[in-house]
């Protein structure tokens, strides 16, 4: 079964403690996520990564403080966290870019959820995968907009458990209950590992 690695938002502003909207404890598991994508490029298994890439401006603003604006340091990932042959994918429709040989996409993003590029779903036909390992930040809000869009395009998804962080431990966990409701799986990275 063809399998792709999701790894959500994990940018500096995210998981650094200095970041501008840091999620507490995230640099935890950012050895986790690094270890689950590599695992991934050593394997031949793509890693889509999500990225926010906002604009100075950008709307999202007025209920979020300014965070990973695009160019900035607080917008990159970590290097800890990148495959050698990756490639970015902006929200625009219509972007020019190429899949051809790639390790990690790079999928940007100026909204909570991947689904708003307008080039996921050409992504994920060109992948053609049927089964999706999820992780990153934050739990409840934009990997939760991940795993749920994935089921509805009738994905099978597994979120790792011990590579995400959230804002909120109640809002995760009765997300948690309703993702495994819904049909999703939880894991752990030792078994996505093994």
């Known amino acids: 079964m063809n399998t792709v690695f999701v790894d959500i938002d994990t940018q500096i502003d995210f998981l650094i403690p200095a970041g501008a909207l840091y999620v ?99 992504v994920l036909d060109h992948l053609n995968a049927q089964r999706f390992i999820v992780y990153g930040v934050v739990t409840e809000i934009c990997v939760r907009c991940a795993v749920f869009g994935l089921l509805r395009e009738g994905k099978l998804v597994e979120l790792v458990t011990d590579a995400v962080r959230s804002l909120d431990e109640k809002k995760a966990a009765e997300m948690f209950s309703e993702f495994t409701a819904a049909g999703g799986k939880l894991t752990t990275s030792n078994a996505v590992l093994a």
């Not at 890693?47 to 603003?61: C, G, K, L, N, T």
């Open 24 to 122: 507490s404890g995230a640099e935890k598991v950012l050895p986790v996520i690094s270890a689950l994508n590599h695992h991934a490029g050593r394997i031949g298994t793509v890693v889509i990564s999500s990225a926010d890439a906002h604009a100075e401006d950008d709307p999202e603003f007025a209920a979020w403080p300014h965070h990973c604006v695009a160019g900035t340091v607080g917008q990159l990932k970590p290097a800890s966290t990148l495959l050698h042959r990756r490639v970015t994918v902006p929200s625009v429709r219509g972007a020019v870019f190429s899949l051809e040989s790639c390790q990690q996409i790079i999928v940007e993003k100026q909204h909570l959820d991947i689904f708003t590029n307008a080039n996921l779903p050409f």
